[in-house]
């Protein structure tokens, strides 16, 4: 069962820079089709920040084009949120979605637990 762990939230000043993790693990082999970062402030819903995918295709909201970058190294099985220039409108739980094939189960969907990005103004 592949399982997706999130690290790298933390309270930040803003203007400034994190770089958040989700390290897929569970399967000997594994190929990471697509990854998306999506984001929940407190009283909101869930929306899509950024995406990725297995040709290094992205896409970004435009509310963090120019500061955030997605990126991804499968031979760590990882993918990253590089963020910069945040402001107090970050402030949200990110989760990490992937679509990651294994030879037992295909491919299939998975989420992250969530870290919290907090940004003081």
């Known amino acids: 069962q592949v399982q997706l762990v999130e690290s790298g939230g933390a309270l930040v000043q803003a203007g400034g820079s994190l770089r958040l993790s989700c390290v897929a693990s569970?399967?000997?082999?594994?190929?990471?089709?697509?990854l998306a970062w999506h984001r929940q402030a407190p009283g909101k819903q869930r929306e899509l920040v950024a995406t990725?995918?297995?040709?290094?295709?992205?896409n970004y909201d435009d509310s963090v084009k120019g500061r955030f970058t997605v990126s991804t190294d499968n031979a760590k099985n990882t993918g990253y949120l590089q963020m910069n220039s945040l402001k107090p409108e970050d402030t949200a739980v990110y989760y990490c979605?992937?679509?990651?094939?294994?030879?037992?189960?295909?491919?299939?969907?998975?989420w992250g637990q969530g870290t919290q990005v907090t940004v003081s103004s």
């Open positions: 979605e992937t679509n990651i094939w294994t030879p037992a189960t295909g491919s299939q969907y998975y």
């Open positions: 569970g399967a000997s082999w594994m190929i990471i089709n697509t």
């Open positions: 990725i995918t297995s040709r290094s295709s992205t």
